[in-house]
């Protein structure tokens, strides 16, 4: 059974740093391209950021660009997303994602996470 675990959610204030992470299990993680999406009240889910599954490829939305980044230890099956410069537009569910390509689009991930929540406060 694949299970997907976040962690590191929390409320912080604007222009603090998080760093969330993504535990998995029941599944060969090395396989696996990572994404982070996020989804706000009232929005639709959205991409944040994903890593190839060596971990050498790694693309962001344009606007997390330059504030995030994501890796991964592929010997703790463990996914991360530091988050830098944060603002009350990236209070949102984050949610760990995994599947066979690195994309962008959700519906191409196999397994998901239940989310961990972000606030940011102004």
């Known amino acids: 059974q694949v299970q997907l675990a976040e962690s590191g959610g929390g409320l912080v204030q604007a222009g603090d740093s998080l760093r969330l992470s993504c535990a998995a299990s029941?599944?060969?993680?090395?396989?696996?391209?990572m994404g982070w999406f996020r989804q706000a009240p009232g929005a639709e889910r959205e991409f944040v950021a994903v890593?190839?599954?060596?971990?050498?490829?790694?693309y962001y939305a344009d606007s997390v660009k330059g504030r995030f980044t994501i890796s991964r230890d592929n010997a703790k099956n463990t996914v991360y997303l530091q988050m830098n410069s944060l603002n009350s537009e990236d209070t949102a569910v984050y949610y760990c994602a995994a599947g066979i390509r690195s994309t962008m689009i959700p519906h191409d991930y196999n397994y998901w996470g239940q989310g961990t929540q972000v606030t940011v406060s102004s």
């Open positions: 029941g599944l060969t993680f090395s396989n696996f391209a």
């Open positions: 890593i190839s599954p060596s971990g050498r490829g790694t």
